[in-house]
C-alpha cells in the first residue's frame, strides 16, 4: 500500500503541475467522446493503451468486458451506459477484450467455480460467446472466446435503448478491439464479427 501513498505523492508533486490546465478546464467540464468498456483485469489500462488524458475515456471495468443485455431494472453498467451514452453523448463505444482473461480462460476450460459463486453467476452473459466457440480446438479456444464474447457483448450493448437510440440515429458507432499483453497490440474486428447496425 505504501507504494500507492508515494504515487500519490509523486503524482502531485510531478504530472499534476504539467497538467494543471487541464484539470482546470475538466474541474467544470466532463465530455469525453468516447465510451471504452473493458475487463476489470490490472494489465489491461485503457488509458494507457490509447494514451488518452483524463477526460476523453468514459470507462466501464466488469470482469470479462461482460455487458448484460438489457432488461428494466436498476442496474449498474445499464445505468453507465445510459448515463455515456443519452447524456454526455459519446459518439465512440469500444468493448476491449483481451489474451489470458481470467474469465474467459475459466469458461473455456470448465474451471470449478463452486467457491466463487457470483462469478459463476456474472459469467453466465457469456453464454452465447460459449455456445459459438463450442467447436474451436482446444488449443484455441481462449483466443476464440475472447474474440467472440467481444461480439457478443456488443450485440448485448445494443439491445440497451439509449445505444439502440444513438444507433437508429446514426450518432454512435460501435467498436471490438482485443489487447493482446505480450506484444501491446490491439487488434479491431471487423465488420463481419460485429453485429447488425454497427458500421
Ligand atoms: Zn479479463
Known amino acids: 500500500m505504501r507504494h500507492l501513498a508515494e504515487g500519490v505523492d509523486r503524482f502531485q508533486r510531478e504530472v499534476f503541475p504539467t497538467k494543471a490546465g487541464l484539470f482546470a478546464h475538466l474541474a467544470t467540464t466532463h465530455q469525453p467522446g468516447t465510451l471504452f468498456i473493458s475487463c476489470s483485469d490490472a494489465r489491461v489500462v485503457p ?3 490509447t494514451q488518452t488524458d483524463p477526460g476523453e475515456l468514459f470507462v466501464i471495468r466488469t470482469a470479462g468486458n461482460l455487458v448484460p443485455a438489457y432488461t428494466p431494472g436498476a442496474d449498474g ?5 445510459e448515463y455515456a451514452v ?3 453523448g459519446v459518439q465512440d463505444v469500444i468493448v476491449c477484450g483481451h489474451s489470458a482473461c481470467g474469465a474467459m480462460t475459466a469458461l473455456a476450460e470448465g474451471h470449478d467455480l463452486s467457491a466463487a459463486p457470483a462469478v459463476a453467476d456474472w ?6 460467446s460459449q455456445a459459438r466457440t463450442g467447436a474451436a480446438e482446444s488449443g484455441r479456444k481462449v483466443a476464440a472466446l475472447v474474440r467472440e464474447n467481444v461480439a457478443a457483448q456488443l450485440a448485448n450493448l445494443a439491445t ?6 444513438a444507433l ?4 454512435v458507432l460501435l467498436h471490438g478491439w482485443v489487447f ?5 497490440t490491439v487488434e479491431e474486428l471487423d465488420a463481419g464479427t460485429r ?3 454497427v458500421a
Open 47 to 49: 488509458e494507457l493503451i
Open 77 to 81: 453498467v445499464a445505468a453507465s451506459i
Open 86 to 88: 443519452a447524456v454526455l
Open 123 to 128: 459469467l453466465r452473459h457469456a453464454d452465447a
Open 160 to 165: 440497451h435503448p439509449s445505444v439502440a437510440c
Open 168 to 171: 437508429a440515429e446514426g450518432s
Open 180 to 184: 493482446d499483453i505480450p506484444t501491446g
Open 195 to 197: 453485429p447488425a447496425l
